[in-house]
């Protein structure tokens, strides 16, 4: 099983040794920005490497949105991470469900994803593929409950798009995770990669706050399960620096009987 985390952009594959991490995350650009990311001068050498690459997209992108001044450059903005991790050899670009406003109807939402997919079709496609995130919060997100994300998928579901599970974010969401993965999996028939997280914030809050796996208000035991049942790939994305989460995926290798992988 590979595991890692996310880590900062400047040198990936440095932060990856620093943690033994088979797989990292890092964002190609500010994430709460608008710019578009520039080519990396160590695109060869990161598409080279042993170790497993996943871009996170920038917090800003919400296609989900009826605002146009959100939506359209959002679509633009995916399209054009999507191409930049292509280039160095990612294995996915991870983009949050997103979420409509308070009044708006949740099924344009829906729409406004299966045209993101087809605009970057009349593009030549992502090139790249594309993993949804669940969220944490919102009562108007695309994929914080499971009965949203069943009706993301059936907008979507026939595109090339795949699945990021988050822990953090179902429990603070309102998800139990005891059996989350079959429950997910009914309705996407896949879970690409986990985001390996703790919570701060109670079962159904809706806080987005990470912790370390022996720490929040999760039972690390549940999200072992969730990582064992799910059968992918896995990223933490908690705090506490590389001996923080060096910590967290020595823990889960430990819990899962796994080794660092040897490439």
């Known amino acids: 099983m590979r595991i890692g985390a ?27 920005g608008w710019k578009a990311p520039k080519l990396r001068e160590d695109a060869e050498r990161l598409r080279a490497a042993e170790v497993d690459l996943y871009v996170h997209a920038p917090y800003v992108i919400n296609v989900a949105t009826l605002n146009n001044r959100i939506r359209i450059p959002s679509r633009k903005l ?32 829906f729409d406004n994803w299966r045209k993101t997919f087809a605009y ?12 949804i995130e669940n969220t944490a919060g919102g009562d108007n997100a695309c994929a914080r409950r499971l009965d949203a994300l069943a009706r993301l998928w059936d907008a979507i579901g026939d595109h090339e798009v795949g699945f990021c599970l988050d822990t953090c974010h179902a429990y603070a969401g309102g998800e139990e995770l005891l059996g989350l ?39 690390p035991e549940l999200v072992v399960a969730v990582i064992r049942a799910a059968g992918a790939p896995v990223v933490v994305e908690t ?25």
């Open 6 to 32: 996310h880590v900062d952009s400047t040198d990936p594959l440095a932060e990856a040794a620093a943690r033994s991490a088979d797989t990292v995350q890092f964002f190609l650009s500010d994430p709460q």
């Open 120 to 131: 970057a079709a009349d593009s030549g496609g992502f090139g790249v593929p594309v993993l």
């Open 239 to 263: 705090p506490g620096g590389v001996a923080g989460q060096a910590a967290d995926i020595d823990f889960l290798r430990q819990q899962l009987g796994t080794e660092r992988s040897a490439a």
């Open 78 to 109: 995916l399209l054009g991470h999507a191409t930049a991790a292509a280039a160095i050899g990612a294995r996915g670009l991870i983009v949050h469900g997103g979420h409509v406003n308070a009044g708006d109807d949740l099924a344009v939402g």
């Open 181 to 219: 993965v079959d429950r997910v999996k009914a309705i996407t028939g896949r879970i690409d990669l986990v985001h390996a997280n703790n919570s701060k914030g109670a079962f159904n809050s809706g806080q987005d706050r990470h912790d370390n796996l022996d720490g929040g208000t999760i039972d």
